[in-house]
């Protein structure tokens, strides 16, 4: 499996998840990463990029709430959301940043209730 999320769940408005991505060490190592989410009957958005030395950018919908990390000896790639609102509602998930074509995989699931 390329890229494969998880950690997402049900969560009060205000709580907290740390979702997961593990992808293969070929696409890990090479690649910017970033977070991606789809809410119900709206586009795929980006959330959060990482590049393979740390640095970072985030959609301001979620600056100062999420936080994008990634482990290089694991190949795993983390996204910390806190203060989740309704609107966080969506799939999540990760691949490259820009899109280079791998699968998408199911994404994890993230539902925020108000």
């Known amino acids: 499996v390329q890229l494969q999320a998880s950690g997402g769940g049900f969560m009060q408005a205000g709580g907290s998840l740390r979702l997961s991505c593990v992808a293969s060490?070929?696409?890990?190592?090479?690649?910017?990463m970033a977070w991606y989410r789809q809410a119900p009957r709206k586009q795929r958005e980006m959330v959060a990029v990482?590049?393979?030395?740390?640095?970072?950018n985030y959609a301001d919908s979620v600056k100062g709430r999420f936080t994008i990390s990634r482990d290089n000896a694991k190949n795993t790639l983390y996204l910390q959301m806190r203060s989740l609102k309704p609107d966080d509602t969506a799939v999540y998930y990760c691949n490259t940043w820009p899109d280079v074509g791998l699968s998408w995989g199911q994404g994890t699931l993230v539902t925020v209730s108000s």
């Open positions: 990482i590049t393979t030395g740390g640095v970072t």
């Open positions: 060490a070929t696409t890990f190592s090479t690649n910017i």
